[in-house]
């Protein structure tokens, strides 16, 4: 009865939530001109600790919350305009009033990590954003897969009863996807979105095309697991990073966390296997090496 309860409480709150998202949006529309711009993304990776991130970030009294965390406006959105996206952040006289009060105008983001693994959406961001602040997460790729598979069929999009054959058919599934979207900037691609487990452990070639789009100053990486162990001294370099004070908050909680069975070792060395040259190229970029490729 307990669990039964939980979950028609989480759908009513889930409900409700998404009511006041579209009427803050609707209401949006009229007045986008009137609203500030973004000046902050979480571009990835999904499963990797960017809703906590995000969390903690508009935890801090300069930084805003927009209408929802996930806008997928420069993937999957981008046809409909600058003034849908808009629609989405606070407006000006909020940031004015918000400067009177505390001294300075709040920042407003977009947390939305498909955009590191989308092939049209890092650009578009760099062209209307180019000194825009990007932030990234990262997480050993092994867990994010298997995590990400979870996710999936928590949400009902992954028919897959079986981890690793949803592994197995992902080169088939994933087969020309990239190369249609990269053709066609208005196709959109389910499958890329929502079955690309092993490709989106692939975070070397994403950072490096995000590197080549914006100053290496102007992005920030994190490591999943610095961020669960010294959230305080984590955050404290991102609002420094953002050219904020520390907000001086001491507890976090975790968010969007699910439950699963652990990996069989398996299955888990042979991800491995797949990650190991990509992790010790991303290790060579990034001059760290997060021991992923260390066999368990």
Aim: some cysteine; aromatic content about 12%.
């Amino acid at each position: 009865m307990a669990r039964v309860a939980r979950k028609n409480y989480s759908l009513a709150r889930a409900i409700m939530r998404k009511g006041l998202e579209t009427a803050s949006v609707a209401a949006g529309h009229s007045s986008s001109s009137l609203r500030i711009a973004p000046s902050w993304f979480i571009v990835g990776g999904q499963r990797c600790g960017s809703s906590s991130l995000y969390e903690y970030m508009v935890a801090h009294p300069l930084i805003t919350r927009s209408a929802v965390k996930e806008i997928h406006y420069y993937d999957n959105n981008f046809q409909r305009g600058d003034s849908w996206y808009r629609a989405y952040f606070p407006t000006r006289l909020y940031a004015r009033l918000t400067a009177m009060r505390l001294g300075r105008e709040p920042l407003a983001g977009d947390a939305t990590p498909y955009y590191m693994a989308h092939p049209h959406a890092l650009g578009r961001i760099a062209k209307e954003y180019p000194v825009a602040k990007i932030l990234v997460v990262l997480r050993n790729p092994v867990d994010r897969a298997y995590s990400h598979y979870f996710h999936e069929r928590g949400i009902g999009h992954e028919p897959l009863a079986s981890f690793e054959e949803a592994i197995d058919r992902e080169p088939e599934r994933l087969k020309g996807e990239a190369e249609r979207m990269a053709a066609d900037p208005g196709y959109y691609s389910f499958a890329h979105q929502n079955f690309s487990y092993v490709t989106r452990g692939f975070y070397v070639q994403q950072l490096e095309h995000l590197f080549s789009l914006f100053p290496r100053q102007n992005i920030k990486i994190l490591s999943s697991g610095e961020l669960s162990k010294d959230t305080a001294g984590a955050m404290a370099g991102v609002f420094g990073f953002l050219g904020l004070p520390s907000n001086g908050q001491e507890k976090f909680r975790r968010e969007n966390a699910r439950s699963y069975p652990p990996l069989e070792a398996p299955m888990r060395r042979r991800l491995q296997g797949i990650f190991a040259p990509h992790n010790k190229r991303l290790f060579t970029l990034l001059g760290v090496d997060y021991g992923w490729n260390k066999v368990v």
